[in-house]
């Protein structure tokens, strides 16, 4: 049975897929490859995905379609006809998302169209299609500034400090109710800053690796202290596929459990890409938390799942797909804010 892959074309939808096709699944695969940063990125991650098919495979293990899912009409429509043409789907994993915190204080109307009307459209043709298994992308923003150390599913996320949090915190309300009022088994994950290859340009580790290595300033909000729980890209695949199978309704944190303060971020970009950091530095935005870290137990024992790859050898690779790719990379605009 295939699966139903939206946001493919993203960072983490790019891992995900390669490790469906490897585990033997068939992807059905959803993106609207829209500009909310430079599309030359998520189509070198669609080029990379089918560059690991070959011959029929390619026709028959993996299919990109173009839409939005926020479209009522194109997602209801598109289910009919791809499950027509490629047999009932096993599962939706939901990864299509406007992300980022500073944006969505901007404009929190596109994110509420994609992360909230964009779920609500899915688990609807779920319940309609008989779909029995729905993972749902969420984030560690939902966890505020007032919870302990490391954040436990169980904790407090009524106070989210930015409309990505928010709209990431109604979307995972409305898959309770889908699993409560229609049984579909439900995943909520919620990754902790996740990065890799290919990231994505307004996140910290392609940003530093790029202002560094292009002998640019990188622009930092606050003094650097604040710490974040990164998470490698391959790891948060692994966890999401494993988050496939029958659950319930279950929420689980996917994060390195190791966090490190920016400035030290920082200082080992500089020394793997071997240049000295120029640093310039901005006021601290009221919508970033000042740490993040992830409580893993839970994930560690319901789905057998840990992170596998360090920050150094994270890092690494970033940086190593950073000078493979530089004629593509150093042209994409970074959307500092």
């Keep these: 049975m295939p699966t139903l892959l939206t946001g493919a074309a993203g960072l983490i939808g790019h891992s995900v897929a390669k490790h469906l096709l490897h585990a033997g699944h068939r992807v059905v695969a959803v993106d609207d490859l829209n500009d909310a940063y430079d599309p030359r990125l998520k189509q070198w991650r669609i080029a990379d995905i089918e560059r690991t098919l070959s011959g029929s495979d390619a026709e028959n293990g993996f299919r990109l379609f173009r839409a939005d899912i926020a479209d009522k009409h194109i997602v209801e429509n598109g289910f009919a006809e791809w499950q027509a043409a490629f047999g009932p789907f096993d599962a939706v994993i939901n990864l299509a998302a406007r992300a980022g915190i500073r944006a969505s204080v901007a404009d929190p109307w596109v994110y509420y169209q994609t992360n909230v009307v964009g779920t609500l459209n899915l688990l609807e043709c779920c319940r ?119 659950l319930g309704f279950e929420t689980f ?75 593509l990379a150093r042209t994409i605009p970074l959307g500092d804010r």
């Design 128 to 246: 309609r299609f008989d779909v029995p298994k729905f993972v749902l992308a969420s984030s560690s923003s939902l966890y505020g500034a007032d919870n302990p150390l490391p954040y436990r599913e169980d904790a407090n996320t009524d106070r989210p400090l930015s409309p990505y949090a928010a709209s990431k915190k109604a979307a995972e309300t409305l898959a309770y109710s889908y699993h409560h009022l229609h049984g579909i088994d439900v995943s909520v994950l919620r990754y902790f800053t996740v990065y890799g290859p290919a990231g994505r340009p307004d996140m910290a580790v392609f940003r530093f690796v790029r202002r560094i290595a292009e002998g640019e300033p990188i622009v930092v909000f606050g003094d650097g202290s604040q710490s974040r729980d990164f998470t490698y890209v391959d790891d948060i695949a692994k966890g999401t596929v494993a988050a496939m199978k029958p």
């Design 253 to 327: 944190n996917l994060g390195g459990d190791h966090p490190i303060a920016l400035s030290e971020l920082i200082e080992r970009i500089g020394k793997l890409v071997g240049r000295k950091p120029v640093l310039e530095y901005r006021p601290a935005h009221p919508a970033d938390a000042t740490a993040t870290w992830a409580d893993i137990s839970k994930a560690k024992k319901v789905l057998g799942w840990r992170p596998e790859v360090s920050l150094e050898e994270g890092l690494r690779r970033a940086v190593e797909w950073y000078r493979e790719n530089r004629e």
